[in-house]
């Protein structure tokens, strides 16, 4: 398995620009994460999705952030407008429910809005 | 709700010492327990978990953690660091009911000189 994948690794864009972050995770696992992580504030949950469906977007910072899941295999994080204070790390995660076995995180996307 | 605390931001350790790094945690009901290893621009892996049974977990690098449900630590210990060991290192807590948000502390830098 080539693990969990995200798109692009890094991306530079203008305040105020819409941003599109992509994750393909694990084959089999139900259950998809969007994390951010700063210096600041460190690994903050965004989002969980179990089977597609979202469950938990409490960590979702404001109404420019939104995340779907289509299908099994494909997740997006979308910010619209994008701002500076939006500049982070962005990781997905996926995880087979009740399998206890952790997380399986992606490389990462690292965001800079400038 | 739980929580994770690692107190030591930053550990310096000198190659072929031993080292611990502290995580503690709070919850009111049982949890499970991992300890992730993030590398310089990549992603975090998980290192070892603790779920049930002994309490004592061991990584396949020689990293240790042991469970003490009376001190509600899980402390990640190693008795002789490598250079390559250098990493930020996050503990991290779910509990084991029907919710499997993983709740991750501050980390902990561990910088191995020669």
């Known amino acids: 398995d080539a693990g969990v994948i995200q798109s692009p690794r890094h991306e530079v864009t203008e305040m105020g620009q819409e941003v599109t972050l992509r994750c393909k995770p694990i084959?089999?696992?139900?259950?998809l994460f969007w994390y951010r992580q700063t210096m600041m504030r460190g690994l903050e949950l965004l989002i969980y999705?179990?089977?597609?469906?979202?469950?938990?977007d409490s960590g979702m910072p404001e109404d420019r952030f939104s995340a779907k899941m289509p299908n099994a295999s494909f997740s997006t994080l979308k910010i619209q407008p994008s701002e500076p204070r939006d500049s982070a790390v962005y990781f997905c995660a996926s995880s087979l429910l009740r399998s206890n076995y952790g997380y399986t995180f992606g490389s990462g996307t690292r965001l800079t809005v400038v | 709700a739980q929580s994770v605390t690692q107190l030591d931001s930053q550990v310096p350790v000198f190659e072929e010492a031993p080292v611990e790094l502290r995580c503690n945690y709070s919850?009111?009901?049982?949890?499970?327990l991992f300890w992730y290893v993030q590398y310089p621009n990549q992603g975090l892996q998980l290192l070892l978990k603790?779920?049930?049974?002994?309490?004592l977990v061991e990584s396949i690098n020689g990293f240790e953690a042991e469970f003490n449900k009376s001190q509600t630590s899980f402390h990640l210990r190693k008795p002789s660091v490598h250079i390559s060991d250098t990493a930020e290192y996050f503990c991290a807590v779910s509990d084991t009911g029907s919710s499997y948000k993983l709740i991750f502390g501050s980390g902990t830098r561990l910088l191995v000189r020669p």
């Open positions: 084959s089999g696992h139900n259950s």
């Open positions: 999705f179990n089977n597609n469906v979202p469950i938990d």
């Open positions: 919850s009111s009901v049982s949890v499970y």
């Open positions: 603790y779920l049930s049974g002994s309490t």
